[in-house]
Nanobody
Framework: QVQLVESGGGLVQPGGSLRLSCAAS????????MSWYRQAPGKERELVAA????????TYADSVKGRCTISKDNAKNTLYLQMHSLKTEDTAVYFC?????????????????WGQGTQVTVSS
């Protein structure tokens, strides 16, 4: 069955960096778009970044453009999110999600499997 397991979250000071990973199994990872979403307490889940199946197309939320880079290693079945210059407002649970097709999408209904999430806390 499809499994998505996030890791790499933690507590970081403002201005710091983190790299999140999502280990995927149970499907042909190289054939599907993937994404990172996040959800802060009391807020709706929002897209952070998405990437096409081959990695050639990406899309980012305006709030993270220039500070985050999404990538996928199809040989390792792993999705990454490198985050720099972290802000307190980046505090949230971060989820990876498997796309229904190969194109990246901003819409949650275009993703059919979700991981359990990893907590990112940005605080001094």
């Amino acid at each position: 069955q499809v499994q998505l397991v996030e890791s790499g979250g933690g507590l970081v000071q403002p201005g710091g960096s983190l790299r999140l990973s999502c280990a995927a199994s149970g499907f042909t990872f190289s054939s599907y778009a993937m994404s990172w979403y996040r959800q802060a307490p009391g807020k709706e889940r929002e897209l952070v970044a998405a990437i096409s199946s081959g990695g050639g197309r990406t899309t980012y939320a305006d709030s993270v453009k220039g500070r985050c880079t999404i990538s996928k290693d199809n040989a390792k079945n792993t999705l990454y999110l490198q985050m720099h210059s972290l802000k307190t407002e980046d505090t949230a649970v971060y989820f990876c999600a498997k796309g229904k097709g190969w194109l990246p999408s901003r819409y949650p209904f275009d993703y059919d499997y979700w991981g359990q999430g990893t907590q990112v806390t940005v605080s001094s």
